[in-house]
């Protein structure tokens, strides 16, 4: 039963995600060819660091799968989309998805959102094919079904050892505030100064 209900929470999850993304794209988004990957300049430490981890979920998720190893396929795939898409990247993106002011900025954010989601739809589809399909027929996509579409491949030009490293650092820091607010019973909506000795 517990396992039957985080799988449960993980559906939730993507179709929350999903949601999301969907509501933030605009009317005027186009997949496939017709959406034009942002020039490098406009990519953040954020936009790197998840094209990056994608590219190596891909990498590894297909050698995976060519040695049948499916149980430790599926664990990839759920923490890729739900410990780093959902849980950092949609949170980071939102900040330039709201921010009027930079439509370059927000039009990035937007593809890589997008780009990223459509991806692990696809890598998700042999373990979860009905919500990835019915997901993905709501998405920006070409083709008729997501059964037939590509298989993401794993783009060697999107691995930045560097961003990785960067947000590595943030994502810890983080998570040690948070642990330190739970230690001293911070009420999440309360603001706190604080201070590094790095």
């Known amino acids: ?106 039009a990035a954010a937007q593809w890589v959102l997008w780009h990223v989601l459509d991806g692990a739809l696809k890598l998700l589809h042999p373990f979860m094919p009905f919500i990835t399909e019915g997901i993905w027929q709501h998405l920006p996509h070409t083709g008729d079904s997501i059964m037939v579409s590509p298989w993401p491949t794993a783009d060697a030009v999107l691995f930045d050892d560097a961003a990785e490293a960067d947000m590595a650092v943030i994502m810890e820091t983080v998570r040690v505030i948070r642990n330190v607010r739970a230690e001293f019973d911070v009420a999440p909506s309360r603001k706190v100064d604080a201070i590094f000795f790095a």
């Open 1 to 106: 039963p517990e396992r039957l209900e985080s799988s449960r929470n993980f559906c939730n999850k993507i179709w929350n995600a999903s949601r999301f993304v969907m509501m933030n794209l605009g009317e005027d988004f186009e997949a496939g060819a017709g959406a034009a990957r942002p020039d490098e300049g406009m990519l953040t430490l954020a936009d790197r660091w998840i094209l990056s981890r994608f590219a190596r979920t891909v990498e590894r998720l297909t050698d995976l799968l060519g040695r049948y190893d499916l149980g430790e396929a599926a664990r990839t795939i759920y923490e890729f989309i739900w410990g780093e898409y959902c849980d950092w990247y949609i949170e980071i993106a939102k900040g330039r998805l709201y921010d009027e002011s930079d439509a370059a900025g927000k």
